[in-house]
């Protein structure tokens, strides 16, 4: 940073989300090593937003201390490389291990010990950080290397038109942002979070209307994480996999989960037989094919939804004849997925529930706060609590969001339990969802839960909510009493403009 240009400067203030600084910076000739130089009283006169102020401080802070600890850590390379040349050398341990010569050997296993034969534990110490080094290298290396990738025509020409994908196409984007950040992991699927950031950063930079308002690296940071999170569950066919089962008891070559899932389509396929929508064997097909595709990793999208919409007439009489849920997500295992799920909703009613739901809380969630029924709710005080740690105005307006969701049934007078279980067990039987620590930026979980088992992971409140109105229309479940008031509500609000349009044609009929 200290050999920055005013122009390098700038570009790191835009990544930073601190692009109102950039004009100043320009004027005042703000380069690197002056970046590093500023005092309080110089970032004051500089910037005029105490908040900016604040980050800036932070971020210079942070670097001169990650500075000073990788010139700690080079000094115990070359301290360790004096006492370790085969370490610096390349040379690995099963190496010296198999070196023909025993002095050799001999001289490497005891080269910790001092004269009396103990452990010296300022070497260990040494040949840690030597590790701590060459992963914190690799990391920086594989950053300034990084671009996006080449995505598929289709997906260009939506980018072309510096539109908002749907959600379809959102999943496709992540999809391929998850297999390139694959690629330059060497196949790891453990990305850190400073990777999320430049994989994300990068993303907005090229196409900064992605950004929605400010709330864009939030959204895709977070879906990011939720696709490794996906791919990284137990692959039956993989061979690392296989042999892991094997090492720990399973019998070798064992795919437990493809039999268990054939075994139960099997004992669920004589119900199907009896439907009287099932018309022949391409009827058999389609949920066949629709289980297979749904354990595959990369899925064909467009093909399911096809093949949904083919099926729908046996989900319906399924559901309308109160077939047992478990078995209808034995044959529609798609319906776990939120976006199948909001499809199915959008089937059924014509509304795209997901985008009602984020306009309803972008609108009401102030006025939700506000009120004096819920100033002494935990979840509030909670609320309250974090939004003293953050300055960022995405994070404080996804937290305050978050936090109106989860008061709506104290707004309405309704029993909490029966809409969200924050950081407890759920006991509900119908649709309810389950939170853990949900201002916590890093840890927060969002899951819908029907008959105490859980259904879908999501990404955020929005999709929570939009998740817990359509599991209740798309599987025909009644509205317990004691929540029937926020569930009216929200669907008086997303049913809206359809029956304002509804009443505006019978008026034109009328007259």
């Known amino acids: 940073m200290e050999n920055w240009s005013v122009e390098q400067v700038c570009n790191w203030l835009k990544l930073r989300n601190l692009g109102e600084l950039v004009p100043k910076f320009r004027e005042e000739e703000v380069s690197g090593a002056a970046l590093l130089a500023l005092n309080d009283r110089m970032v004051q006169q500089l910037v005029k937003k105490i908040g900016h102020q604040a980050v800036l401080m932070d971020l210079i802070k942070k670097y001169q201390q990650q500075k000073s600890g990788l010139e700690s850590l080079t000094y115990c390379c070359e301290t360790a490389s004096q006492k370790f040349p085969e370490v610096i050398s390349g040379a690995t341990d099963r190496q010296m291990l198999n070196s023909s010569d025993p002095v050799e050997q001999k001289k490497y296993l005891c080269s910790a010990e001092n004269e009396k034969g103990l452990i010296d534990h300022r070497v260990l110490k040494q040949k840690k950080n030597l590790k701590l080094f060459f992963a914190r290298y690799k990391t920086l290396q594989w950053t300034s290397s990084y671009a996006l990738p080449d995505f598929p025509y289709d997906v260009k020409c939506i980018l072309a038109e510096k539109k908002c994908p749907d959600h379809s196409m959102r999943i496709r984007i992540i999809e391929f942002l998850q297999a390139d950040m694959t690629k330059y992991l060497e196949g790891s699927l453990y990305p850190n979070s400073q990777q999320y950031n430049i994989v994300v950063n990068a993303l907005l930079q090229a196409y900064p209307f992605l950004d929605e308002d400010g709330n864009g690296f939030l959204l895709w940071k977070r879906a990011l994480k939720d696709r490794f999170k996906y791919v ?3 692959i039956e066919d993989d061979e690392q996999v296989l042999r892991n089962k094997y090492k720990f008891g399973h019998r070798r070559g064992q795919t437990r989960k493809s039999s268990f899932a054939e075994n ?7 119900q199907v037989e009896k439907s009287a929508h099932l018309k022949g064997s391409t009827m058999d097909l389609h949920i066949k094919w629709l289980n297979q595709e749904y354990m595959k990793t990369q899925r064909n999208w467009e093909e399911v939804d096809n093949r949904m ?9 399924m559901i309308s004849d109160k077939a047992p849920l478990k078995d209808i997500l034995r044959l529609f295992p798609f319906l776990r997925c939120p976006y199948q799920l909001f499809r199915e ?6 509304m795209d529930i997901y985008k009602k739901t984020v306009e309803i809380l972008e609108i009401y969630s102030e006025n ?6 819920v100033r002494n709710n935990p979840i509030n005080i909670m609320l309250q609590e974090n939004l003293k740690q953050h300055t960022e105005e995405d994070v404080l307006k996804y937290m305050k969001m978050t936090a109106a969701c989860l008061l709506l049934p104290e707004v309405f007078g309704d029993d909490s339990s029966l809409f969200a279980a924050v950081n407890e ?9 389950e939170v853990k620590n949900p201002f916590n930026m890093n840890s927060c979980a969002f899951a819908l839960y029907v008959e105490r088992e859980e259904l879908a992971q999501l990404d955020d409140c929005t999709m929570a909510l939009a998740a817990l109105v359509a599991a209740f229309h798309v599987f025909n479940i009644p509205c317990p009493k004691r929540i029937h008031r926020t569930l009216n509500f929200l669907e008086s609000l997303v049913f809206e403009a359809t029956d304002a349009a509804h009443r505006t044609d019978t008026e034109g009929k009328g007259k």
């Not at 139960?264 to 004589?270: A, S």
């Not at 919409?309 to 009489?317: H, L, Q, S």
């Open 345 to 350: 909703f959008q089937l059924l009613t014509h």
């Open 368 to 373: 939700i706060l506000s009120l004096y029924v």
């Open 425 to 433: 067990e759920v006991k509900a039987v119908t649709p309810v969802l």
């Open 264 to 270: 139960k389509l099997d004992g669920v396929q004589g």
């Open 309 to 317: 919409n083919v099926t729908i007439e046996i989900r319906r009489k």
């Open 232 to 234: 990284r569950r137990p």
